[in-house]
């Protein structure tokens, strides 16, 4: 766990995501806000995120947001000031595993890596260049933080065994034959201490599934419907809700083309676990605000404020 502190001068003045001022509260304190604060550990889940049934209840107690791993990082020296979600994922051929699924077809582990290769270069491309949370507190003010996700395959203290399968994917031929999803383990409390994924390299969009997974990696629900659930209700900080049914982006119908992760409530999970950072280290969070310089409910009519 590292912390460190500089002191800086800062300005009067910040400027937002669209290019608006914004005067810091009169609260702000000339200081020691240029820390760095390092967290790596699970960061458990919100409850803020809710499947909702179709008359407005709760779907079911497993459609809410993931518990997840990660290092974080909240580096305000850097110039932009930016959150850093660094997660560590070990790769393992499980190609020749029929408990995992009797169609399962085995290929070398050579293969698995070249099949795994681009998938790192995937999720930055679905994730990044996106999202910034604003964070305020009583002592600095207002921040605004870029958020950079950093996954990697290595072997070292993985925060997440990815365990690859390789079962065809005919489903986009034959929708009645048996097909295999990729899945993260800990959305289901007997599940919730192994923080595993099992990801199907014989899926014919494996780029746009792995992203799709990494979605629960770094906290978030499923928003397409399921069982019961058909909405899905995200809770902000300062209280305020939306309501999302079926978006065509990545964590709801993944398949329409061009289905990124860009909706601003996607790094609200993140943003919690932030908050939850820097109250550990006594820095009292006063509001937080996902931001994306291309979230489409800017201009859909997506979300619909208190139900």
Same mark, same amino acid.
């Given at each position: 766990?590292?912390?460190?502190?500089?002191?800086?001068?800062? #300005? $009067?003045?910040?400027?937002?995501? @669209?290019?608006?001022? &914004?005067? *810091?509260?009169?609260?702000?304190?000339? !200081?020691?806000?240029?820390?760095?604060?390092?967290?790596?550990?699970?960061?458990?889940?919100?409850?803020?995120?809710?499947?909702?049934?179709?008359?407005?209840?709760?779907?079911?107690?497993?459609?809410?947001?993931?518990?997840?791993?990660?290092?974080?990082?909240?580096?305000?020296?850097?110039?932009?000031?930016?959150?850093?979600?660094?997660?560590?994922?070990?790769?393992?051929?499980?190609?020749?595993?029929?408990?995992?699924?009797?169609?399962?077809?085995?290929?070398?582990?050579?293969?698995?890596?070249?099949?795994?290769?681009?998938?790192? #270069? $995937?999720?930055?491309?679905?994730? @990044?260049?996106?999202? &910034?949370? *604003?964070?305020?507190?009583?002592?600095? !003010?207002?921040?605004?933080?870029?958020?950079?996700?950093?996954?990697?395959?290595?072997?070292?203290?993985?925060?997440?065994?990815?365990?690859?399968?390789?079962?065809?994917?005919?489903?986009?031929?034959?929708?009645?034959?048996?097909?295999?999803?990729?899945?993260?383990?800990?959305?289901?409390?007997?599940?919730?201490?192994?923080?595993?994924?099992?990801?199907?390299?014989?899926?014919?969009?494996?780029?746009?599934?792995?992203?799709?997974?990494?979605?629960?990696?770094?906290?978030?629900?499923?928003?397409?419907?399921?069982?019961?659930?058909?909405?899905?209700?995200?809770?902000?900080? @300062?209280?305020?809700?939306?309501?999302?049914?079926?978006?065509?982006?990545?964590?709801?119908?993944?398949?329409?083309?061009?289905?990124?992760?860009?909706?601003?409530?996607?790094?609200?999970?993140?943003?919690?676990?932030?908050?939850?950072?820097?109250?550990?280290?006594?820095?009292?969070?006063?509001?937080?605000?996902?931001?994306?310089?291309?979230?489409?409910?800017?201009?859909?009519?997506?979300?619909?404020?208190?139900?």
């Amino acid at each position: 766990m590292g912390l460190s502190c500089h002191c800086i001068r800062y #300005n $009067s003045s910040v400027i937002d995501i @669209n290019g608006v001022e &914004r005067r *810091r509260p009169t609260t702000a304190q000339a !200081g020691c806000c240029s820390l760095i604060y390092k967290r790596d550990g699970i960061f458990a889940r919100t409850k803020k995120i809710r499947g909702l049934n179709e008359q407005g209840g709760t779907s079911s107690f497993f459609h809410t947001d993931v518990p997840f791993k990660a290092e974080i990082i909240i580096d305000s020296r850097s110039n932009p000031k930016t959150i850093y979600v660094n997660t560590r994922m070990k790769i393992i051929n499980s190609t020749a595993n029929t408990d995992l699924h009797r169609h399962n077809r085995h290929i070398t582990d050579e293969s698995v890596r070249i099949l795994t290769s681009n998938l790192i #270069n $995937s999720i930055k491309r679905f994730w @990044n260049n996106t999202y &910034r949370l *604003r964070i305020e507190d009583k002592k600095c !003010g207002e921040r605004i933080f870029d958020v950079e996700f950093n996954p990697i395959f290595t072997d070292y203290r993985p925060h997440y065994k990815v365990n690859c399968v390789n079962v065809l994917d005919n489903s986009n031929i034959n929708p009645l034959a048996e097909y295999f999803r990729s899945i993260v383990l800990g959305i289901d409390l007997k599940y919730i201490s192994k923080f595993e994924m099992t990801l199907n390299l014989g899926v014919h969009n494996l780029e746009t599934v792995f992203s799709h997974e990494y979605g629960h990696i770094v906290g978030n629900a499923d928003e397409y419907p399921e069982d019961n659930r058909l909405f899905v209700r995200y809770e902000h900080l @300062n209280g305020r809700e939306e309501i999302h049914y079926m978006p065509l982006e990545l964590m709801g119908d993944w398949t329409a083309s061009g289905a990124y992760a860009r909706p601003k409530r996607y790094v609200l999970p993140v943003g919690y676990a932030v908050v939850k950072v820097l109250r550990h280290f006594g820095v009292e969070v006063t509001d937080m605000e996902p931001m994306s310089r291309n979230d489409p409910d800017e201009f859909r009519n997506l979300i619909h404020d208190k139900w």
